[in-house]
């Protein structure tokens, strides 16, 4: 959000502190300040000059946090924030509302969606005539944006300046009366902006009695738009349900500065200070217009909400000691109310304060005002005896043995493509369901481990997974332990595996073994089992550690078995061959076969090839084994 330093200075008699300075106030005790820029002034002939002096500008991109986003939209919301965190008083900026006039319209109003709309005002204004003022295009060109026409100039002018969102439709093109209502089947709007939109029956739109007008607190539409030759109007100022404009907002793929401050829960109480204040700009532009009755459906007005609180409280809270004279400055400055009974002070919070709501609230506004560089760091005590979570010291016993063992850790994707816990907003079209078990990705994990064995130097793979797995009943916590290689190891492996599993925890752990993939559910177990006391962790080494990435390319696996003299050492033989091998060798030579036969020892070994960079063929690989045979030759051995 973009922020006027000269707009916001025109709310304090006293100088504002300078633009950097300010700024670092503003970071450390309201919202980020993401860029500070210096304006250009357009003169009327098209060139640009620099405001200096007196006529510079900044103007500070303001990234304002969702909790506060309920009144900071705006010029107003911040000279509210910086009146508070610097102390400097604010001016109470107020325009002159224009006379009511009769006027030749009757507006009727018709409110058929009451729980997405809390407020609708309205009100004619006829005999309008549109006057160019040089302020308002200052204004709007330091917010960056481009001049319509008065009208709709006013319009975001007040918005910037109040927070409050506002339209207004070209009264002569408007068919009968404003009629709030959720959008027909079939019914179509295009909007400012010449977008065709499909409507249907979860779009709120603001109606006239033949068609949509606008997308209620999100855009308006062609239909009813204000032009340069526009003379008669009815404004429109409104609240709307905050999630409803969130979720349409984004289901539409329209989001616009309205709907920006609707989604925030933006005070109702807005709506009449954005009448007012449109109103009083047009009466500025043109004092002959006439101004009809503000029509104000309000039928549930915002209450002002009292909260019982201790300034004991508030310094315990902060960890700092503060007197209740600070206390009580910090909201006046935030313009809270207190009412004094005792040790407890009721407050009052404005009404548009929509972010005050529990005590910590309140101790966070006294913190802001502090300044949080001014509260003493201190560590929270400690008790001797740290409490250790009963599942994570299960799980991590469980890691420890099986890692012990020689098995690896996997972690699989909790997404799947069928099931019965569907997502709402799923990442891709096979991850709609969350997953029940953790077989079946595991299954493809041992099958991929098991293929890429060899560049381990492994022949099988031996790994394992603790993972959640969701069912309509909840979350659960299950195991699965998978051994992929010779078949009849591979069973004695996972057997035994599970034997071990049990033997740590002292009972039976049940589960299901098939295709080679064992699963069981732990919470079972770990409810059968006693609280943890003391636990002794082993913290890995601090020292820096290199890691080189892996290949993402295929790798070629070849065996050589060579016969040797019984006095040749494999040492000697696997250092031949890897002098010869090239670069290209990832892993090897590895013995994996010896034995003797009349007086010459038989030795296997093995290589596995891999390019970082591309894929090997077998021609290049097969050149180099040439060359180790070539080499193995001439030390008088024979290749098998």
Known sequence: MKISYTWLQSYFEEK??????????????FAEIESIETIEHTERDGTKTTRNETE????????????????????????YEVSAITGLKKKEVEYHAPEVKKVAREL????KAPELCQRYMARVVENVTQKEMSWVKEHLEAMGQRSINPIVDGANIVMFDRGQPLHAFDADKVEGGIIVRMARKGEKIVTLDNREVNLDESVLVIADEKSPLAIAGIKGGKKAEVT???KNLILESASFNASYIRKTSERLGIRTDASKRYENRYSSMFASKGMGDFSAYLFEMDKSASFGEITDWYPNPVQEKKISISPDY???????????????????RLLIKVEKKGSEWILTPPVWRADLIILEDISEEVGR??????IPSTLPPVSAVAEIPKSFYYEWKIREALVGIGFSEVMTSSFCEKGSVAIEKPLAEDKKYARENLRGSFEKALKMNALNAPLFGQDEALIFEIGTIFTK??????????????????????????????????????????NGVYECMLNDVFEKLPEPTTWNISIPSAENQTFAPYSLYPFIVRDIALFVSSDTTQESVASVIRENAGDFVVRGPVLFDEFEKEGKKSLAFRLVFQSPERTLTDEEVNAVMKTVYDAIVQKGWEIR
């Open 228 to 230: 340069s030759a526009t």
């Open 369 to 374: 005002i502090l300044g949080y560089d001014k």
């Open 473 to 514: 009943d909840g979350e659960r916590t299950a195991l699965a332990i998978g051994v992929a290689g010779p078949k009849k190891r591979s069973a004695g492996v996972l057997e035994a595996t599970i034997k071990e599993v049990s033997e740590l925890f002292g009972t039976g752990v049940g589960g299901e073994t098939k």
């Open 16 to 29: 504002l502190p300078e633009p950097e300075k300010l700024a670092e106030r503003i970071t450390f005790s």
């Open 108 to 111: 009727i109003i018709q409110i």
């Open 314 to 332: 508030i310094a315990k809270k902060l960890g700092a000691e503060l007197t209740l004279d600070f206390i009580e400055e910090s909201f006046g």
């Open 56 to 79: 510079k500008d900044y103007v500070f991109d303001i990234k304002v946090l969702p909790d506060r986003a309920c009144y900071a939209l705006s010029h107003r919301g911040v000279a």
